[in-house]
């Protein structure tokens, strides 16, 4: 019911385990070893080969793989990466933590709220070491152009797929497309274990710095000083905890079987939600019914054609029992970043955060239930 | 050899545990909600500390320490060598030099007060006080030498939840403004990865909560439960969150705790007294440090480093898996930060130690396995 400390009855995400997930945790929890084991390198193997790419690493966060990704393309102090700032704020915050400089790039429009190339071409100067494309709710940002761009100019492209697993474009899964591919397993996720990330690469190097900085940079790790295989271990550079620990392995893993069947059916339910929205005046539904089939559909964002009624749209959604979120406010307009990246002005992208609402999408989400949004949006915006 | 007779240490997880998982799991509530909630209060009164926020690992506590002690670049901190290597790359995280610092001795190899008040500068901030495998650091020497310089006291905690710095009963994490604590896997209280802060202050406990999680003015938990879907981002800060699997782990495991660390000194006690006389070999501290210590390893000291590796390797031949830990300034990376005139206490400390099984499930049989080896192999 609506009110400010309760919980909404159609809530923005709801997950729901299968028996056999949790099996597979207290298997795992029994057996006594929780930390970088067999389970790990399992899921790790099994996600690579869903992925089609060379190394899958588990981490401890999508934050980390972005600092991880980062780091390995090189990004240091004084150096500059193009990052979207219709997104999370790990994204930029993950250059900071390497001491660089996120330079923020607008998106294409509003109907196509994704990172805009021709936007990031003209940002390219002499420190860009990189660039990062964000697959925004599913949907794939132009890798296509973007690596191409990268490529002509010798710098790194990072896709952060947080929102992307086994989204595709031409074919090819987004998070192969770059040097590095950082996803996300937060619980709201299409492929959610609580706390976790992982990083996708194609590149033997980047495997290597990787799988060593995420562990502290340790020669060895406790798994394999219990095995007998090694005694002790060196420390060869500055590294992190970044590690995933082996229930959230095995949950994933157990998981990860079911992805393409769950992103079938949240496909399923993006194309009849597209088509209630569709009679619904005064919203864009950002992207295109073709665009659909290769995306994970992680969220289903709206933007209303009229700025300014975004918190009347949600609080009337509200207190209809429909929560919604926004993704996302834009990054540079943020507190901690005008301090630190002071004027920087993306028109669309400020107009996408001030009129973009996600609404609740689920894959066991019903008819009933998308028909009762569609049905509150149409009351609550302003005609 | 993965079969061990005798493991470095072993981890039970009772039914009990497992429900608790299962119960939070289904209930399809993941990230940051009641039972973190749950667990923090339930540290903060196990600890003995007003503010306990759990994190994503010891490493991450400590970095966050650092940034609540206000530390920065062209800081330095001052760390013993004998230690995880995270309490050094912490203050590096934030742009700052880990000075490192002498331990007393290889009997007692915590933080040497006297030695940490050689190396401060003008630029030191802060000292890390390291309680190793369990042992309490001599804290109150160096919360003198903090408030005589105005520095910053963290406590490393990784290896120490439930070590008394005191007769009265006061705990680690309690002495320093933070207190840095590790729930890894082969610790007194293991979730897996997992890791908390502590300290007294609600300021520097606000400002820990807030860059744990991407330092955003509300959380999903917040919004979730019908608050503003709006937010800010006031700083740049850290995806370092627990979730709330492993929270309801804690929480589960954490009321056999003291139990748990009581049977470690049962353990260690009997170790000692049955490795008592045993020539070449010595052991650290004296029987008030044992009471005081909650035991995370057990170290004893060969003569030499020749000693210590072939003695490692003639117990792994018996199916005994032992461990030992380098110092910091031996590792590659940290040769750039020994001081001149090196770090002789920390590096024999290294060389001579060898830490032995230890675990809470360990039974007399085991200890009985393990010290008769020993007597073998020092004949």
Known sequence: MAGTESFPALPLFDLRLQPQDLQAVAETLRSGWLTLGPRTAAFEEAFAEQLGVRHAIAVSSCTAALHLAYLAAGVGPGDEVIVPSFTFAATAAAVIYCGGTPVFAEITSRANPNIDPDDVERLITDRTKAVCAV????????????????????????????????????GRKLGAWGTAGAFSFFSNKVLSVGEGGLLSTNDDDVAAFVRSRRSHAMTSGTWERHNGSTDTYDVVGLGFNYRLDEPRSALLLSRLGRIEQEIERRRELTVRYRELLGGVDGIIVPFTDEQVPDSSCYVLPIMLERDGLQAEVSAGLRERGIQTSIFYPSIHRFSAYRERFPGVSLPLTELASRTELTLPFYPHMSFDDQDRVATALAEVIPV | MSEWRVPLTDIAVPEEDVRAVLDCLESGWLTMGPRTHAFEQRLSEQVG???????????????????????????????????????????????????????????????????????????????????????????????????????????????????????????????????????????????????????????????????????????????????????????VGFNYRLDEPRAALGLSRIERLDASIERRRATVRSYREKLAGIDGLELPFDEQQVTRSSHFAFPVLLADRAERDRFRAELKAAGIQTTWYPALHSFTEYEQFAPPGGLPQAQATADRHCALPLSSSMDEEAVDMVVSAVADVLS
């Open chain 1, 135 to 170: 697959h925004f709710a599913g949907y794939a940002a132009a890798v296509d152009r973007l690596k191409e761009l990268c490529d002509a100019h010798g710098i790194a492209l990072i896709e952060d797929v947080a929102h992307a697993p086994s989204a595709q474009l031409h």
């Open chain 2, 49 to 235: 500390s007003p503010h306990a926020i759990t994190v994503s690992s010891g490493t991450a506590a400590l970095h966050l320490a650092c940034l609540a002690a206000g530390i920065g670049p062209g800081d330095e901190v001052i760390v013993p060598a004998v230690t995880f290597v995270a309490s050094a790359s912490a203050p590096r995280y934030v742009g700052a030099t880990p000075v490192l610092c002498d331990v007393r001795s290889p009997l007692d190899f915590n933080i040497d007060p006297d030695d940490a008040a050689r190396r401060i500068t003008p630029r030191t901030r802060a000292i890390v006080a390291v309680h190793f495998c369990g042992y309490p650091a001599d804290v109150h020497a160096l919360r003198e030498l903090c408030d005589a310089h105005d520095l910053v006291l963290i406590e490393d905690c990784a290896q120490a939840i439930g070590a008394l710095i005191d007769g009265d009963g006061r705990q680690a994490g309690t002495i320093g403004e933070l207190g840095a604590f590790s729930f890894f896997s082969k610790k007194q209280l293991c979730v897996g990865e997992g890791g908390m802060v502590t300290t007294a202050d609600a300021a520097r406990a606000e400002r820990v909560r807030l860059l744990r999680s991407h330092a955003l003015s509300s959380s999903t938990w917040d919004r979730h439960r019908g608050h503003d879907p709006a937010y800010d981002v006031v700083d």
